[in-house]
């Protein structure tokens, strides 16, 4: 390679020129000492920057040459930096990033790949490497990569948005967010199903891929898609594919804590959960988030996502606090569904987590099961029933005395809130009362401190003319009944 001389350089070819106009020193060697990086030549280095702990060692020139920032600072020690002449806080994609530039700006090669170009991008954006400074600069490298590399490929794409996670905002800022979702969703756009299930391998090949992703750029992915004419029932699956990797095993966490009584301590709710209160505020902010942002790219379409599903992020959004319109959007969602409920779902524990990562009971009531929010749920489904003129109310009924007779083990559960959830159904719902009258005996027995009043009342939801002769003959036994009830109970 041909040598030149720089201003001040010996005769004997001290610099060798890369790329026909970089100057670099000869016999150079990289090293790493501890805290400190070296660029070791023939030459003395005469710059430091500091980049997190490390201390890079470096000439000046082949630095200033492509960086226009570092020729625009005032690259002087000081009294309060006495060990190096810049130092950089937050540096895009960290020590290694750095090392990469370094290393391009002594003219030797760099390999750019899905993993760092975001990195290299926003880091040379920093130190403007504009085309000004330098024919082929780091600017103009990393973009002619991600154009025409990174956003023709799904696979790249993907893992470039991923290295994106951790470069806000230069990542936004730079438009490489934008522009790797855009071309992730026009590629998820032309999936085009048949008449085969929608959740198909065919279908749902690119599930598993945007799941990988923080979920405000999996939103962007999907907002943007629907906008391209993506399906419905495609995009419910998604997201149901989504929450059950982000929101694992909620069910099996909610039953574990529905069994807990509320005379148990907030400190036993955090060694439940296995977290330090810090970590414990961390993750709910995040399932909290993801709670919010999956709710709020639902479909409007109410078959796109199942009413268990539905149910689900209800009881993650309440344990986690999340806002009552987002409760109350999802109260209304399962409503419309609630004839494809089943009990269990419907088993909403009353505690919630605070800010503070301690277990918190409803304010209004102090049972094992959110009655309030079933409650509501089914005053949506018969304002939903009314509008659409639908005839579900009799399917309704079972599940809700089967419900009933679930929540009536609970010692807190008041008698007006057993009986004004049991009364909430038209009379003409139930055609059998046998459902009622197992959770009505259900209720007296865990409650046997009522008074004959309160026995006699809560009797009066049940018509025994509509007893099964079963229920009746075990009716007619029953001396939990008030007696009045048992004398009118069909022989």
């Known amino acids: 390679m041909a040598q030149l001389q720089s201003p001040g350089s010996d005769s004997d070819g001290t610099y060798q020129v890369h790329n026909q106009s970089i100057l670099v020193p000869a016999n150079l060697i990289f090293e790493k000492k501890e805290h400190s990086w070296f660029a070791s030549s023939q030459i003395p280095t005469d710059l430091s920057i500091q980049v997190q702990d490390i201390t890079f060692h470096v000439h000046k020139f082949p630095l200033v040459s492509r960086c226009g920032y570092l020729s625009e600072v005032n690259l002087q020690p000081t009294k309060s930096n006495p060990g190096y002449d810049l130092k950089f806080e937050k540096f895009p994609g960290g020590l290694e990033t750095f090392e990469t530039v370094v290393k391009f700006c002594y003219g030797l090669p760099i390999s750019l790949n899905p993993n760092n170009v975001a990195a290299l991008r926003c880091a040379s954006e920093l130190l403007e490497m504009t085309e000004a400074l330098e024919g082929g600069n780091l600017i103009s490298k990393t973009d002619a990569f991600l154009t025409f590399v990174v956003l023709s490929s799904w696979r790249d794409s993907i893992t470039v948005l991923k290295t994106c996670e951790s470069l806000s905002p230069w990542a936004e800022n730079l438009q490489i967010v934008r522009r790797c979702c855009d071309s992730i969703a026009w590629k998820v756009s032309q999936v085009n199903p048949t008449t085969r299930d929608m959740t198909s391998t065919e279908d749902s090949w690119w599930f598993q891929?945007?799941?990988?992703?923080?979920?405000?750029?999996?939103?962007?992915?999907?907002?943007?898609?629907?906008?391209?004419?993506?399906?419905?029932?495609?995009?419910?699956?998604?997201?149901?594919?989504?929450?059950?990797?982000?929101?694992?095993?909620?069910?099996?966490?909610?039953?574990?804590?529905?069994?807990?009584?509320?005379?148990?301590?907030?400190?036993?709710?955090?060694?439940?959960?296995?977290?330090?209160?810090?970590?414990?505020?961390?993750?709910?902010?995040?399932?909290?988030?993801?709670?919010?942002?999956?709710?709020?790219?639902?479909?409007?379409?109410?078959?796109?996502?199942?009413?268990?599903?539905?149910?689900?992020?209800?009881?993650?959004?309440?344990?986690?606090?999340?806002?009552?319109?987002?409760?109350?959007?999802?109260?209304?969602?399962?409503?419309?569904?609630?004839?494809?409920?089943?009990?269990?779902?419907?088993?909403?524990?009353?505690?919630?987590?605070?800010?503070?990562?301690?277990?918190?009971?409803?304010?209004?009531?102090?049972?094992?099961?959110?009655?309030?929010?079933?409650?509501?749920?089914?005053?949506?489904?018969?304002?939903?029933?009314?509008?659409?003129?639908?005839?579900?109310?009799?399917?309704?009924?079972k599940i809700l005395d089967r419900y009933l007779a679930e929540v009536a083990r609970d010692p807190n559960l008041q008698v007006t809130k057993f009986q004004v959830l049991a009364e909430t159904l038209p009379e003409n719902a139930r055609t059998c009362h046998d459902g009622i009258y197992r959770a009505i005996d259900t209720y007296l027995k865990s409650h046997p401190s009522l008074s004959e009043y309160e026995r006699r009342r809560l009797c009066k939801i049940m018509d025994c003319e509509k007893l099964s002769l079963d229920a009746c003959m075990h009716a007619a036994q029953n001396d939990r009944l008030p007696l009045r009830t048992v004398m009118q109970t069909p022989r």
């Open 209 to 397: 891929d945007t799941s990988t992703l923080r979920i405000d750029h999996f939103v962007r992915i999907i907002t943007a898609s629907r906008a391209k004419g993506l399906k419905p029932e495609i995009v419910g699956s998604c997201i149901m594919y989504y929450a059950g990797k982000w929101l694992p095993g909620m069910d099996a966490e909610m039953e574990r804590l529905r069994r807990y009584s509320y005379s148990k301590t907030e400190m036993q709710l955090e060694i439940l959960s296995g977290r330090t209160q810090e970590a414990q505020v961390a993750h709910n902010k995040e399932q909290r988030m993801i709670v919010e942002n999956l709710v709020s790219i639902l479909p409007p379409q109410k078959e796109t996502v199942s009413c268990k599903f539905l149910l689900g992020m209800l009881k993650v959004a309440l344990f986690y606090s999340a806002s009552s319109a987002l409760v109350s959007e999802l109260e209304k969602r399962i409503g419309m569904v609630l004839e494809n409920a089943e009990v269990n779902d419907l088993l909403v524990p009353s505690c919630t987590i605070g800010d503070q990562g301690k277990a918190l009971s409803s304010p209004d009531e102090c049972t094992m099961h959110n009655i309030n929010v079933v409650q509501r749920i089914l005053e949506y489904f018969l304002m939903h029933e009314q509008q659409q003129q639908q005839k579900s109310g009799k399917l309704i009924s």
